[in-house]
């Protein structure tokens, strides 16, 4: 869920050691140009972005940050995030980024203090989250494309019991929503009675989706008090899910290690 319930955390990362406190972000210390390094002038010096390494073993279905990216209730995207206060091309010994995001941004995962408040001053945080979950067998399943997740829905894809992660992949996908920088409530997500039937006749603990929610719009509060409530089922939001056979594979899930904060951008991937 993109939506910020308690507050939206600031993150500060270092791209390399300095020895001197950064300044201020301003747009006089920006060094970054709009395309973020994506563009190059060298014929030699091209960097290979892939989406699957290992011969086609290994799947990253993690989006790629960019200012375009869609954004929670914006239809802006979600603008620069990224900053180069300390540029070699202005003598900095090394360059030095930081970079300022809502945690609830691309592909990421809730952790149970998003949607209860209790829990939250009760410190479950994304650092209390169960690597075990987020990390082994997973299913890769289509669903109906001509409606939310329901409780109809959830009992018609017949998913066995043992199965501990899924992640479904709906018409999001085919809509390439992430790929667009308007946020688009008529997104496919779950009903608060698909939640409930999936938490009552499954063994499912990770829940993985194809948008920024994995709740429907129309239902958004609801879906995610009935996932989180147990502190036992673990979300992860925003996947990058086009191009991958649905089948059954290894999933790896890490999320930053951000204490105090209810939710935190991931890469995932998935091995055959």
Same mark, same amino acid.
């Given at each position: 869920?993109?939506?910020?319930?308690?507050?939206?955390?600031?993150?500060?990362?270092?791209?390399?050691?300095?020895?001197?406190?950064?300044?201020?972000?301003?747009?006089?210390?920006?060094? =970054?140009?709009?395309?973020?390094?994506?563009?190059?002038?060298?014929?030699?010096?091209?960097?290979?972005?892939?989406?699957?390494?290992?011969?086609?073993?290994?799947?990253?279905?993690?989006?790629?940050?960019?200012?375009?990216?869609?954004?929670?209730?914006?239809?802006?995207?979600?603008?620069?995030?990224?900053?180069?206060? =300390?540029?070699?091309?202005?003598?900095?010994?090394?360059?030095?980024?930081?970079?300022?995001?809502?945690?609830?941004?691309?592909?990421?995962? $809730?952790?149970?203090?998003?949607?209860?408040?209790? =829990?939250?001053? *009760?410190?479950?945080?994304?650092?209390?989250?169960?690597?075990?979950?987020?990390?082994?067998?997973?299913?890769?399943?289509?669903?109906?494309?001509?409606?939310?997740?329901? *409780?109809?829905?959830?009992?018609?894809?017949?998913?066995?019991? +043992?199965?501990?992660?899924?992640?479904?992949?709906?018409?999001?996908? $085919?809509?390439? &929503?992430?790929?667009?920088?308007?946020?688009?409530?008529?997104?496919?997500?779950?009903?608060? $009675?698909?939640?409930?039937? &999936?938490?009552?006749?499954?063994?499912?603990?990770?829940?993985?989706?194809?948008? &920024?929610?994995?709740?429907?719009?129309?239902?958004?509060?609801?879906?995610?008090?009935?996932?989180?409530?147990?502190?036992?089922?673990?979300?992860?939001?925003?996947?990058?899910?086009?191009?991958?056979?649905?089948?059954? =594979?290894?999933?790896?899930?890490?999320?930053?290690?951000?204490?105090?904060?209810? +939710?935190?951008?991931?890469?995932?991937?998935?091995?055959?």
């Amino acid at each position: 869920m993109a939506r910020p319930i308690k507050f939206t955390l600031s993150i500060l990362l270092a791209c390399a050691a300095v020895h001197t406190i950064l300044p201020p972000i301003t747009a006089s210390n920006s060094a =970054y140009p709009s395309s973020y390094g994506l563009e190059t002038t060298t014929d030699d010096l091209i960097p290979v972005r892939r989406e699957v390494y290992g011969d086609g073993r290994i799947f990253d279905i993690s989006h790629r940050y960019h200012p375009d990216m869609p954004n929670w209730g914006s239809s802006d995207g979600i603008g620069q995030f990224l900053w180069l206060p =300390y540029s070699m091309k202005n003598n900095s010994e090394a360059n030095n980024s930081q970079m300022k995001l809502p945690t609830h941004t691309g592909t990421h995962v $809730d952790a149970p203090g998003h949607v209860f408040d209790h =829990y939250f001053d *009760a410190g479950f945080d994304v650092d209390t989250l169960d690597l075990e979950v987020l990390n082994g067998p997973a299913l890769l399943i289509d669903v109906p494309r001509d409606k939310n997740l329901t *409780a109809e829905v959830m009992k018609s894809l017949n998913i066995p019991r +043992g199965v501990k992660r899924v992640l479904f992949r709906t018409l999001n996908t $085919d809509r390439r &929503l992430m790929l667009k920088k308007e946020f688009d409530t008529s997104y496919v997500g779950f009903m608060k $009675d698909g939640a409930q039937w &999936l938490v009552d006749n499954t063994d499912i603990k990770l829940v993985g989706i194809d948008y &920024l929610s994995v709740a429907a719009f129309v239902d958004l509060i609801p879906s995610h008090l009935v996932f989180l409530e147990s502190r036992e089922i673990i979300l992860v939001e925003g996947l990058k899910l086009d191009g991958v056979q649905p089948g059954i =594979y290894t999933v790896h899930c890490l999320p930053l290690r951000l204490l105090g904060a209810e +939710g935190s951008p991931i890469r995932c991937i998935l091995i055959k």
